[in-house]
């Protein structure tokens, strides 16, 4: 699989939008502002998803085609407060939508800040694909803002806050790269078993 070999291939915000089913995919989910588009770029290839300076940048459900072997879907972010009720409910539908509808969803990657402790939304998120039985990848977001000692710290709350061991989270930068390598790694070989 050539992971830059990458495209847009729809933009969607219902269900009668998605791409027909053929391929595997994973979903890319997170707080709003939490770094999916930036991940997807440094992952992926480079200005493929859009990123924003404020949250809310991602308003719809954006398929991209990997190498025509698997697709990433970026969905829009949760937990931003500083957008209408109507609004809120609105991205809560079309992810909600999304992830209870795609029976092709083989991967979620889960996106939290480094620097911040789980929301509640984050919660709900995993306990979801638990249930589903949805195999999961926890990605540590925006690690080159903390020093050594301060990731390790947060590190270790975040893994005591969800209960999951702390070695199963990626730290990841998409400003340096940090932990890219291993990520498009475990995604290659992921999508080719
Ligand atoms: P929404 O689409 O609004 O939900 O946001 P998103 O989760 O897609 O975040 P996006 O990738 O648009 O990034 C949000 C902001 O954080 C942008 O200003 C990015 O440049 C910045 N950012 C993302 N990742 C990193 C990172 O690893 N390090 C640093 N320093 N900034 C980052
Ligand atoms: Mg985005």
């Not at 970026?74 to 500083?82: E, T």
């Not at 540590?140 to 020093?147: E, N, V």
């Not at 947060?154 to 999951?164: P, R, V």
């Given at each position: 699989?050539?992971?830059?070999?990458?495209?847009?291939?729809?933009?969607a915000?219902?269900?009668?939008d998605?791409?027909p089913i053929?391929m595997?995919?994973?979903?890319?989910?997170?707080?709003s502002?939490?770094?999916?588009?930036?991940?997807?770029?440094?992952?992926?290839?480079?200005k493929?998803a859009?990123?924003?300076?404020?949250?809310?940048?991602?308003?719809?459900?954006?398929?991209?085609?990997?190498?025509?072997k698997?697709?990433?879907?970026?969905l829009?972010?949760?937990?931003?407060?500083?957008v209408s009720?109507?609004?809120k409910?609105?991205?809560?539908d079309?992810i909600?939508?999304?992830?209870?509808?795609?029976e092709?969803?083989?991967?979620?990657?889960?996106?939290?800040?480094?620097?911040?402790?789980p929301?509640e939304?984050?919660?709900?998120?995993?306990?979801?694909f638990?249930?589903?039985?949805i195999?999961?990848?926890?990605?540590?977001?925006?690690?080159?803002?903390?020093?050594?000692?301060?990731?390790t710290?947060?590190?270790?709350?975040?893994?005591?806050e969800?209960?999951?061991?702390k070695?199963?989270?990626?730290?990841?930068?998409?400003?340096t790269g940090?932990g890219?390598?291993q990520?498009?790694y475990?995604?290659v070989?992921?999508?080719?078993?």
């Amino acid at each position: 699989i050539n992971l830059s070999n990458a495209r847009l291939e729809k933009i969607a915000v219902k269900k009668d939008d998605y791409p027909p089913i053929k391929m595997p995919e994973m979903c890319i989910c997170g707080r709003s502002n939490v770094g999916k588009s930036s991940f997807i770029n440094t992952i992926f290839k480079d200005k493929l998803a859009r990123v924003g300076s404020t949250p809310g940048k991602t308003c719809t459900i954006n398929f991209f085609n990997i190498d025509n072997k698997f697709r990433v879907v970026d969905l829009p972010g949760y937990g931003y407060a500083q957008v209408s009720k109507e609004e809120k409910k609105r991205w809560k539908d079309m992810i909600e939508e999304y992830l209870l509808e795609r029976e092709e969803l083989k991967l979620a990657v889960l996106l939290l800040d480094s620097r911040h402790l789980p929301t509640e939304d984050d919660k709900i998120m995993l306990s979801f694909f638990d249930k589903k039985e949805i195999p999961i990848m926890i990605v540590l977001t925006k690690c080159d803002k903390l020093s050594n000692n301060e990731l390790t710290k947060n590190t270790e709350l975040i893994s005591k806050e969800l209960g999951i061991e702390k070695d199963l989270f990626y730290q990841f930068s998409a400003k340096t790269g940090m932990g890219a390598k291993q990520i498009q790694y475990s995604i290659v070989k992921f999508m080719e078993e």
